[in-house]
């Protein structure tokens, strides 16, 4: 299965800062997508990340407060702008197509990065 | 509205039981499912998936079952183990091309020694 990290795992930041959280892939993928899971909650997806073009973002989520960028197949970034406490959640990417799927539309879930905003 | 859902949010088994976590489903155009596991401090984990054309899938250890007439998801697993303790989801995909995954609210599966 595809080996994903992210970066960082953890942080505690100020309300109006910034957070870019990375997120990098073992080999090529098609599809690469971020995730917000709030504190005991189900994982609601923000938006897919389109290399090399602008992300497609949900409904309730807009490049503004969610940049987006995903330079290659393998890496993407996902900043948190401009934070409020209501920020604070799991932030989680996940991968789908490529050589190390292992059925029909799998997607592989990175382990997240907790961000707690203050 | 469309809505993947669960009937509980806590399940308690005695190792070596089974377990059965079931989910519901609104919306009768959903084509793929899939269930998830959770561990405290990781991302989810693919279990198994089916497809709406089948009514039963077999992993190891576990089974899904669907029932597209009560639009009806459950995940059993069978001899539970300690390891198993998790948030488990299930989850809908819409569509053989689109990959856009929606999740339920979850269940959380602890193990009774």
């Known amino acids: 299965s595809a080996v994903i990290s992210q970066k960082p795992s953890r942080d505690i930041c100020q309300r109006g800062t910034s957070l870019t959280i990375q997120c990098q892939v073992d080999s090529q993928v098609t599809m690469m997508f971020w995730y917000r899971q709030q504190p005991g909650q189900s994982l609601t997806l923000i938006a897919t990340a389109n290399q090399g073009s602008e992300a497609t973002y949900e409904s309730g989520f807009v490049i503004d407060k969610f940049p987006i960028s995903r330079p290659n197949l393998t890496f993407s970034t996902l900043t948190v702008s401009n934070m409020s406490p209501e920020d604070s959640s799991i932030y989680l990417c996940?991968?789908?197509?490529?050589?190390?799927?292992?059925?029909?539309?799998?997607?592989?879930f990175g382990p997240g990065t907790r961000l707690t905003v203050l | 509205g469309e809505s993947v859902g669960l009937h509980l949010p806590t399940l308690s088994v005695q190792e070596g039981d089974n377990s059965i976590i079931n989910c519901a489903y609104s919306?009768?155009?959903?084509?793929?499912f899939i269930w998830y596991k959770q561990e405290s401090g990781k991302g989810p984990q693919f279990i198994i998936d089916?497809?709406?054309?089948?009514d039963k899938r077999q992993g190891q250890r576990v089974t899904v079952l669907l029932n597209k007439t009560v639009k009806h998801l459950s995940l059993q697993i069978a001899a539970t183990q300690p390891g198993d303790s998790a948030v488990y989801f299930c989850a809908e995909k819409r569509g053989s091309s689109a990959s856009k995954i929606i999740f339920g609210s979850g269940t959380r599966l602890s193990i009774r020694p």
């Open positions: 996940s991968v789908e197509g490529g050589g190390k799927t292992l059925s029909y539309n799998e997607q592989f």
């Open positions: 919306n009768s155009a959903s084509d793929y």
């Open positions: 089916i497809r709406s054309n089948m």
